[in-house]
T-cell receptor, first 115, second 113 residues
């Protein structure tokens, strides 16, 4: 079946602009995650959605970052007033239930460059 | 404190030989999961193998096996019969009693013909 998809694959923006990144999880997966990967580094957790529960936003680095999810489908990550330090690859993942034994499957990522 | 430590920034391996990638972890939770992912230059994260903390046997998936030493808190990945397509970044990750994956810094593997 289809995997996790993300759009756009690449986004170049100017400092101070807002950007919106989209994630389509695997159908039937109730858990959705956003991570950030800076160049040459591992992934940092940003936010987690599980069904209709309140999201865990504990990884969001500042109030310029926000995310929404419609039911158990599409999610958007919004970064307002982008800064050069926001340049990174933003990866979305989904899993069946969100338990600690659950495997997370990742999308191809959105490479964000802030000039 | 770092939850996942990968001490090898880069490794070279000859085609058809085996390579071991080190991973040590730190947790006080009795229940946790350990994962290895592969990230080729294309950037996608590909799930390779999973080991649960209560699993009695080491996990294996095709050419991938996990050398799980619970007392030492290590979960090394062994790739047997390396292929050129195995050249990539490899990440060890852990989930404790929640859902967040904590990632190591990664190890770059380059397979030589």
């Amino acid at each position: 079946g289809a995997g996790v998809s993300q759009s756009p694959s690449n986004k170049v923006t100017e400092k101070g602009k807002d950007v919106e990144l989209r994630c389509d999880p695997i159908s039937g997966h109730t858990a959705l995650y956003w991570y950030r990967q800076r160049l040459g580094q591992g992934l940092e957790f940003l936010i987690y959605f599980q069904g209709n529960s309140a999201p865990d936003k504990s990884g969001l680095p500042s109030d310029r970052f926000s995310a929404e999810r419609t039911g158990e489908s599409v999610s958007t990550l919004t970064i307002q007033r982008t800064q050069q330090e926001d340049s990174a690859v933003y990866l979305c993942a989904s899993s069946l239930q969100g338990t600690h034994t659950d495997t997370q499957y990742f999308g191809p990522g959105t490479r964000l460059t802030v000039l | 404190a770092q939850k996942i430590t990968q001490t090898q920034p880069g490794m070279f391996v000859q085609e058809k030989e085996a390579v071991t990638l080190d991973c040590t972890y730190d947790t006080s939770d009795p229940s946790y999961g350990l994962f290895w992912y592969k990230q080729p230059s294309s950037g996608e994260m590909i799930f390779l193998i999973y080991q649960g903390s209560y699993d009695q046997q080491n996990a294996t998936e095709g050419r991938y096996s996990l050398n799980f030493q619970k007392a030492r808190k290590s979960a090394n990945l062994v790739i047997s019969a390396s292929q050129l397509g195995d050249s990539a970044m490899y990440f060890c990750a852990m989930k404790e009693n929640d859902y967040k994956l904590s990632f190591g810094a990664g190890t770059t593997v380059t397979v030589r013909a």
